[in-house]
């Protein structure tokens, strides 16, 4: 592990790279801000207002005619979310 740090410290090698890091030791986690693809904010969108929609239902009577709306909207926000590939979106 030793073998794997350059020595004298990350100021006097000059090279910070770009988050003020030495370039060769930076970690692996370090990338570009990545915040997803249009259609991912659209399917989670669809899946937040059926959410809302059942959340709303339940303590305004209940009514579950709305609560199973709002199931039924997340079901189909869920089935978009996975047409449109969004678990490619995590890195």
Known sequence: MADQVAPGTMAETGDTGAHGLD????????????????????AVSIIIVGFVVGGIALPVGPAWWLFWLGAGIVVVGGIFALSVHILDDWY
């Open 23 to 42: 370039a060769r030791i930076a970690p692996s986690y370090v990338h570009e801000a990545h915040h997803g693809r249009p259609a991912s904010w659209v």
